[in-house]
């Protein structure tokens, strides 16, 4: 009976663990439905970086607005483009266009990718729960499942009534810690017809340089 005992008791907090990582990703399952169930999706956002060690402290603001794949991505100042088939990368102090071909790489995180990146390759732990400004933010810990990967853990926290995600913290094993904070989810907008399409002739009007790579 004592052998059965201390079994019972040494597979609880295993039991505990497996429970909360269901839960967790049962949680972000919830997620990806509602994201997918959208015809579109603008989402505008803060972004911050912070290495205390190297004395990096900046913050910046950008949007992006996605249909499906494509996406127009607009930071620091720069805009990306993808049409489903070719990126481009606009930027105007530059009086620069790059134009390449989408990124084969699975574990490149694109725009497009930024509301689902989260269903492959990641351990799930449930994490705080946080009553931001009235809204009560459940956070999930993805542990990345690669050992080489850069990224030592990642926060991400999820709106519990809209099923939205709120805030994204990422800590890479360098120290650096990258923090999106969503400013503004709005969904199934009227967008423009050639909202996703590239005009190359009207860049060359106006006297852009155009690298194809």
Not at 180 to 204: A, C, G, H, M, W
């Amino acid at each position: 009976m004592k052998r059965i005992l201390l079994i019972a008791l040494t597979l609880i907090p295993f039991l505990s663990i497996a429970q909360d990582a269901e839960k967790a990703k049962s949680l972000l399952d919830e997620v990806y439905n509602k994201v997918k169930s959208y015809d579109n999706i603008h989402v505008d956002f803060k972004y911050t970086l912070n290495n205390k060690e190297a004395n990096i402290n900046q913050e910046t603001r950008g949007d992006v607005t996605m249909q499906g794949e494509k996406y127009l991505f607009n930071y620091l100042g720069s805009q990306q483009l993808f049409d489903g088939k070719k990126v481009y990368t606009i930027v105007p102090e530059n009086e620069e266009v790059t134009i390449e071909a989408k990124s084969e790489d699975e574990n490149t995180i694109t725009p497009s990718k930024m509301l689902t990146f989260y269903r492959d390759g990641h351990r799930y732990s449930w994490d705080v729960l946080q009553n931001i400004q009235g809204r009560k933010i459940q956070f999930v810990k993805l542990v990345p499942i690669d050992s080489k990967s850069e990224i030592k853990s990642i926060l991400l926290g999820v709106d519990v009534e809209t099923k939205h995600i709120y805030k994204l913290i990422e800590t890479g094993k360098n120290g650096t810690k990258t923090t999106i904070t969503v400013n503004s989810f709005k969904i199934d907008q009227p967008l423009s017809k050639t909202l996703f399409t590239f005009d190359e002739s009207r860049y060359k009007n106006d006297g852009y340089y155009i690298i194809r790579n």
